[in-house]
Nanobody, 130 residues
Framework: QVKLVESGGASVQAGGSLRLSCATS????????VGWFRQAPGKKREGISC????????HYADSVKGRFTISRDYATRTVYLQLDSLKPEDTARYYC???????????????????????WGKGTLVTVSA
């Protein structure tokens, strides 16, 4: 059974940092990519970062490039997202997700709809105050 559980969300001031964790089970991180997504109130869910299963490359949405860093620990089956230089517009619920047919990175690189991704965690809330 595929399972993804996010943690690490909190309320922080602008300029602060957080590290989000995505604990995974039920699939092999060596063979399937994982993406981080977020959904702000009243907005669509968007892909913000991912690790590709094909070549371990990482990708970022323009809105977070240079501030967020994705990493993966095979031993603990955990995918991390380091959030630095946080801005109020980063306020959102953050989700990690994977899929066995659609590469999550394609939601960032190729504009594939996030609806194509099958397996999601419940999310963790990040609130950034000015």
């Amino acid at each position: 059974q595929v399972k993804l559980v996010e943690s690490g969300g909190a309320s922080v001031q602008a300029g602060g940092s957080l590290r989000l964790s995505c604990a995974t089970s039920g699939f092999d991180l060596h063979y399937f990519g994982v993406g981080w997504f977020r959904q702000a109130p009243g907005k669509k869910r968007e892909g913000i970062s991912c690790i590709s299963s094909r070549d371990d490359s990482t990708h970022y949405a323009d809105s977070v490039k240079g501030r967020f860093t994705i990493s993966r620990d095979y031993a603990t089956r955990t995918v991390y997202l380091q959030l630095d230089s946080l801005k109020p517009e980063d306020t959102a619920r953050y989700y990690c997700a994977t899929d066995f047919e659609t590469e999550p990175c394609n939601t960032i690189i190729s504009g594939v709809t996030v609806d194509a991704i099958d397996y999601w965690g419940k999310g963790t809330l990040v609130t950034v105050s000015a």
